[in-house]
Each structure stands twice: as C-alpha cells, then as structure tokens.
C-alpha cells in the first residue's frame, strides 16, 4: 500500500507541475493573471508535502519488513515486493471455520489439555477419599546361623521358619474431611476450567464472525473504491482538456487531482486490508503455521499428552510428518503495485 500510495502522489505533483507551468506561460503571454498562479503553486505545494509523507511512511514500512527478515536497516535500499494483492473473494464455510478453530487454536488446545488433566487430578482425588483396604501378607524365615557371645551355636533346619503373617487392614478417617475436601477442590477446578474452555470457544466464534465481517467490508470497498478510481481519472482527464481550453477554472482540474489521487491510494488501502485480513483470519483458526508449512517437533506425537499414548480420543493428532514446502504466496513477473500504475492518467501539454 504504501508503495502505491507513493506512486499516487507523484503522480498528483507531476499534473500539478505541468498545471503551475501552463499558468506561468499564460501569465508570461498575458493570457493569465497572478491569481492564477499563486492557485496553481499552493496546490504544487502541498502535493509535493503530500509525497513526502507518503515516502517517509514507505520508509517505515521497509523498515519494519527488514526487522522481521532479520536484515539491517542498510540492507537493500529498495525493496520490491513481486507476489501481487489477491483480489478473489472469500467464501467462507462458517461451521467449517469453527471446526479449525476448535481443533487448531493454540489456545484452545491449551485449555483443552487442562481440563484432561483436571479429570484425571478428580478421579486421583475420588480414590484418595474412598476407605483404604490393603491386603498384607508376611512370609519369612531365620537366616541367623553361628555362634552366640555365650559360646551357643544358632542354626535354622530347613523348612523351619520363624513367622508369617496373612491379614486385610482395613482404615478410614473418621468423617473423610480431608479427602472429600480435596475432591470437591478437584471438581471445582474441573468446572472452572471447563467454564474457561466455553468461553474461550465463545470468544473465538465471535472474533471469527468479526473477521468475516472485515473480510466482506474491505472487499466490497475495494470493489467501489476501483469504479471511483476509473470515474476520477475520466474526470481528471476531462477537466484537464476544459482547462487547457480555457472553459474551466483550475479549481476544477485541482479538485480533479486530489480526488484521483485519493481514489487510487483508497483503493489500495481497502485491497491490503482485505490481504492482512485473510492471513489474520488463518491466524485466528490455528491454520496460519500449517498453511506455511511449519511444524513443531514435539507435536507429532499424542504420547506428550496427560493421558499418553492410551488417550482416546486425542485432543491432538497423532502424527504429523512435514509436507513438502510449498511457495504460499506465488512470485510475480514485476512489482506488486503495477497493477494500480496501469491506470496512469495522460499529461496535457
């Protein structure tokens, strides 16, 4: 976006140029007059304030991309961007989404696991408070054999043992206090977090209709945003021809020139919101790493899990072996933003 804003507002100071030299001759022929003049070089003046705002906000954005890429400010002095904005619409599958974010958020698998642990820590608390029978069972011989301090000799026969010892030991605190108290912590735990987990779900569900929601503003924006475009640079270029005949004021041509210039940088701000909105949309269902081909190590086994290898069902895939890497987003043969400078209003002489 910002490399096109760029373009746009070099092409308002050129029309405004041409404009502030046409009526520097006219006066020079005395076919103008000085009002015209200082009309034309004010509105050079600020299309001229307006490129380099739109330049500095290039920089910035080139910076922030050399941050991410790892690269030094100094690296490359001009970036060009070669995969071109997606202009196709989204159609979205509502239930489907739901379905990814319910299984791929992050977040969301993190409370999932959680509440798996927590039922496991309530089932570990339910036996802690049941009564404790234990068998017990001692079987045991004299291995002693040799000389005592008085001179007798000890010695064990076989088959001669000293004692065994078979019974059941049967304990229980009086009123389990403990023990139920504990259990009924477990529990509370459990539906805590299983109250989490139904508002995690709900917050995802609306965040993810608020994405749609974006997803259908900006496209159709863009949409109004390129019939204004096509409408303005008819009307710049008309305007312009009137004023060279002399049929119109400047006036016209300057309102001609902001307006193109605006349609142009409104379009292409609408079409990137509609691009960042579509990788937000991935990010929000837990797809974004898959989709470029990333993977964690650990998450290729459900062994890691609470429940180990004999949970079912997992929470998690079992296996997820890496895919070959695939381009996500295919190179281009020219820069991005030429699509927008095709639309290149004519100069009038």
């Known amino acids: 976006f910002a490399q096109i804003d760029v373009w746009a507002r070099q092409q308002q100071v050129e029309q405004g140029q041409q404009a502030y030299d046409r009526a520097e001759a006219r006066k020079r022929q005395g076919f103008g007059n000085a009002a015209e003049v200082a009309q034309t070089k004010v509105s050079l003046s600020n299309f001229k304030a307006n490129l380099i705002g739109s330049q500095a906000n290039l920089l910035q954005a080139e910076n922030a991309l050399r941050n991410i890429l790892g690269l030094r400010p100094t690296d490359f002095p001009r970036l060009e961007l070669t995969t071109p904005p997606n202009t196709t619409p989204f159609q979205a599958d509502w239930h489907e989404l739901l379905r990814l974010a319910e299984e791929r958020r992050p977040d969301l698998i993190e409370l999932k696991l959680i509440v798996e642990a927590d039922r496991q820590n309530v089932i570990l ?6 009564p404790q029978v234990d068998a017990t069972l001692l079987y045991r011989w004299n ?53 989490n987990l139904e508002q995690g779900l709900h917050a995802a569900t609306h965040t993810l209709a608020a994405k749609l929601r974006n997803l259908a503003q900006f496209y159709e924006q863009y949409l109004a945003f390129k019939e204004t475009r096509t409408a303005a640079r008819e009307n710049l ?74 949970a079912h069902p997992r929470l998690y895939p079992a296996a997820l072996p890496p895919g070959p890497n695939v381009d996500r987003y295919p190179a281009g043969t020219g820069p991005a933003q030429r699509e927008f400078e095709k639309d290149r209003p004519v100069l009038q002489k």
Do not use: C
Not at 166 to 190: D, H, K, T, Y
Not at 267 to 280: M, S, V
């Open 125 to 130: 608390a339910n036996n802690n408070a049941l």
């Open 143 to 195: 291995g002693l054999e040799g000389r005592t301090p008085t001179g007798a000799y000890l010695e064990s026969r076989p088959g001669q043992f000293t004692d065994w010892t078979v019974g059941v030991n049967f304990s229980v605190p009086l009123g389990l206090r403990q023990g139920r108290a504990a259990l009924r912590q477990a529990e509370l735990l459990l539906k805590r977090d299983e109250a």
């Open 237 to 310: 270029e008309q305007q312009l021809a009137e004023f060279k005949a002399g049929r119109a004021i400047y006036l016209n041509v300057l309102q001609a020139i902001s307006i193109w210039g605006d349609a142009v940088s409104s379009e292409a701000r609408a079409l990137t919101q509609y691009n960042t909105e579509l990788a937000d949309l991935e990010k929000e269902t837990g797809t974004i790493l898959d989709t470029h081909g990333i993977k964690f190590y650990e998450e290729r086994f459900a062994a890691i899990g609470p429940l180990g290898r004999l």
